[in-house]
């Protein structure tokens, strides 16, 4: 694949004695990608990074909160600002990882003289953008949404092993290669149903590879099968099924699973916003708040776990429900927030603010905690990406490309526009001061050190 180049983390969270983690482990587990939560007083202290991160190594980053620590953005760039640009052959809409010095994202590519098409997981060089590896896949093409692409879903990065998950026309599969391209093992997960495509993203919680297997059982073509959802947890280093837990199928939700320290936490229009025992998978509690398709991903921040869902047509909306602290307690949603909702883009946080990027290009800032609206301002445009956090500054990006940097507090401040050249639907990665960007049919560096 041709490629043009244009010539630490201590991201410590207080890690609850429960995970027998010395102090010395904690930036461990956080760069590992081991995603435990503290005490929920702690938690509002302490919600998101506060160090320049050396890895951005799962979907939205560490805890999925968006936030890379430490850092620095320029109010703008142009082309001549990257300091490399790769070129991945096709335009796709799952979001690059970084660890160990290496960028980790799938693309795809037509096998030559054949109609085939292969689907590929690449391993860039971080800081020159040279391609190190390349491992591809035979890949049936299906039906989808005209957003989604075969490349849907973004890498997890876990103690030296690369993690992803796909669904082509005959079946879905998890695989697992080492950081140097060899495979170490892959999954067969049976044949998917869902008519916007696949874009589940695996994470590894506790030392278990979790993924999301939510398929559809609603408003099928003639020609599907309606699919069984469940949360699967597998061994990381040999595959193996840990346990399987069923859960209720009506349209796909594409969320990585999170978690307080107590349970696995997802959101889904089947199940809610819901907590699994994290041992046996056993569904331990489950509150229905949503009408619609769920596309972000859940977050917890203290004692609330937040989700959104939505649908093409309007009606967004984000609830937050207050996690139980034992089995003797029931979920309770605190609030919903139904102005400028987002349904696709996962929301941003920081400290105390929460920093939500709608469908159809508003932007607010509200209060985590109970959910007042802060700020709100218009950007314009249909979004898709989820918005990041760089130091003090919060980007967004349109799917026609256009960026959008203002600050990442309580006053949004000046708001820089500016066109990145193409469109843009993945979300971007933010490590070791370099900014990765997925724009049109490449993959764009930006070293802001």
């Known amino acids: 694949m041709p490629t043009t180049v244009n010539m630490r983390l201590k991201s410590v969270r207080r890690v609850s004695e429960r995970f027998g983690l010395p102090s010395l482990c904690r930036g461990f587990a956080v760069c590992a990608g081991l995603t435990l939560a503290a005490p929920a007083t702690l938690l509002a202290e302490e919600s998101s990074p506060r160090n320049v991160a050396d890895s951005w190594s799962r979907f939205h980053g560490e805890a999925s909160h968006g936030d890379a620590g430490a850092g620095t953005l320029p109010s703008e760039w142009t082309e001549a600002d990257y300091a490399w640009t790769a070129d991945l052959n096709a335009r796709h809409v799952g979001s690059p990882v970084v660890a160990d010095g290496k960028v980790f994202l799938l693309s795809t590519s037509a096998e030559q003289d054949t109609e085939s098409m292969s689907l590929n997981l690449l391993s860039l060089d971080a800081k020159t953008g040279e391609l190190l590896w390349k491992r591809s896949h035979p890949f049936v093409e299906r039906h989808r949404h005209s957003r989604n692409t075969a490349a849907s879903s973004t890498p997890s990065v876990h103690q030296g092993r690369v993690h992803f998950a796909y669904a082509d026309a005959n079946h879905a599969e998890l695989l697992t290669y080492d950081l140097n391209g060899e495979l170490i093992w892959s999954r067969n997960l049976g044949p998917w149903s869902g008519v916007h495509g696949f874009g589940a993203s ?174 709100s301002k218009r950007l314009g445009g249909n979004f898709g990406a989820s918005p990041i956090i760089v130091g003090d500054q919060l980007l967004a990006i349109s799917l026609d490309g256009t960026a959008y940097v203002m600050s990442a507090s309580d006053q949004p401040g000046s708001i820089s526009k500016f066109d990145l050249g193409g469109p843009v639907g993945a979300t971007p990665a933010y490590a070791d001061g370099r900014l990765f960007l997925r724009i049109n049919d490449q993959l764009c560096c930006l070293n802001t050190k």
């Open 202 to 375: 695996p994470v590894v919680i506790d030392s278990k590879l979790l993924l999301f297997n939510d398929q559809q059982s609603k408003s099928l073509e003639a020609w599907q099968t309606p699919g069984k959802s469940f949360m699967l947890a597998f061994d990381p280093s040999t595959g193996a099924t840990i346990w399987e837990s069923p859960l209720t199928s009506t349209r796909p939700s594409y969320g990585v699973p999170t978690t307080d320290g107590r349970y696995l936490i997802g959101a889904s229009t089947g199940n809610g916003i819901f907590g699994l025992d994290p041992d046996t998978g056993k569904l331990k509690w489950s509150l229905n708040v949503f009408n619609k398709r769920c596309c972000s991903c859940p977050l917890v921040i203290g004692d609330l776990a937040f989700g959104t869902c939505g649908s093409g047509g309007g009606g967004n909306y984000l609830s937050a429900v207050r996690i139980p602290q034992d089995d003797s307690q029931k979920p309770v949603e605190v609030f919903r927030i139904d102005k400028a909702a987002p349904y696709v883009p996962t929301p941003a946080v920081k400290g105390p603010w929460m920093f939500l990027i709608s469908d159809n290009g508003i932007a607010s800032c509200v209060r985590w905690e109970d959910g007042s609206n802060v700020w």
